[in-house]
């Protein structure tokens, strides 16, 4: 049974880092594309940043570029993301989720596996 895990979130100033990582067991990790999607109170939930089996491809939404850094480490089936110089408006539940289907998407859809979600608070 694949079971998603993330961790690492929690309160933080805004200005300040947090780091983000995912473990996906029983799968074959570089077979999967992974990602990070937020979804946030009132909010519908929406991809961060994607990264495609290899680690050669990602996406980034908008609000995020420049501030957040997604990697992989498919020898350690981990998978993380790095999130500098937040803002209050990151403050959301993060997933980690893991794709099967062929084309690369940041689209919430095509995602089987999903975690239970870490929170990410950022106070003004």
């Known amino acids: 049974q694949v079971q998603v895990v993330e961790s690492g979130g929690g309160l933080v100033e805004a200005g300040g880092s947090l780091r983000l990582s995912c473990t996906a067991s029983?799968?074959?990790?570089?077979?999967?594309?992974m990602g990070w999607f937020r979804q946030a109170p009132g909010k519908e939930r929406e991809g961060v940043a994607c990264?495609?089996?290899?680690?050669?491809?990602?996406y980034y939404t908008d609000f995020v570029k420049g501030r957040f850094t997604i990697s992989r480490d498919n020898a350690k089936n981990t998978m993380s993301l790095q999130l500098n110089n937040l803002k209050p408006d990151d403050t959301a539940m993060y997933y980690c989720?893991?794709?099967?289907?062929?084309?690369?998407?940041?689209?919430?859809?095509?995602?089987?596996?999903w975690g239970q979600g870490t929170q990410v608070t950022v106070s003004s």
């Open positions: 029983a799968l074959t990790h570089d077979h999967y594309h």
């Open positions: 989720a893991a794709s099967k289907r062929g084309m690369f998407s940041c689209l919430s859809d095509v995602y089987d596996y």
């Open positions: 990264i495609g089996r290899s680690g050669d491809v990602t």
